[in-house]
């Protein structure tokens, strides 16, 4: 049964989405944070490799170490860049904002598709394309 579920696991993973939050957008932008580097950190993360804060909120390493990205979960099925911050500038995020973005994860796994449609539309969310490395 575990093998079945294993295949099936992995057969979800093209249905896999990333987003980035406008300000993330702006601010990745900045930092010259490209696309290709997100969606290798969300492949990274999947394997463990990022700080599981809880809740649906990851802490997760960019741009060869000099920055750090809040990401949220939706079940796996949708990621979304939240925050981003310089290392130097931030030793880490504190409880309040960490109790913030845990409700914010919850509200993004209650978003149906057509209301990411909506955001999207409304320029609020950017979706991040998603590159394979096969």
């Known amino acids: ?5 294993l295949y099936f696991r992995l057969q979800d993973v093209n ?4 987003f980035k939050t406008r300000w993330f957008n702006r601010e990745a932008k900045s930092h010259t944070i490209k696309d290709d580097e997100l969606s290798e950190a969300i492949n990274t993360v999947l394997q463990g490799k990022a700080d599981n804060l809880g809740g649906g909120v990851y802490k997760k390493r960019l741009n060869q170490n000099r920055d750090r ?4 979960a939706k079940g796996g099925e949708h990621w979304f860049y939240t925050f981003l911050y310089a290392k130097q500038d ?9 109790a913030g973005f845990r409700e914010l994860a919850k509200h993004y ?3 149906t598709e057509d ?13 991040v394309r998603h590159v394979s490395k096969n």
């Open 69 to 72: 990205a809040i990401v949220l």
């Open 1 to 5: 049964m575990y093998h079945l579920v």
């Open 115 to 127: 209301q990411i449609t909506a955001l999207i539309n409304n320029k609020e969310l950017v979706e």
């Open 90 to 98: 931030m030793a880490n995020i504190s409880y309040r904002e960490l």
């Open 15 to 18: 249905l896999m989405r990333i």
């Open 109 to 111: 796994a209650c978003l």
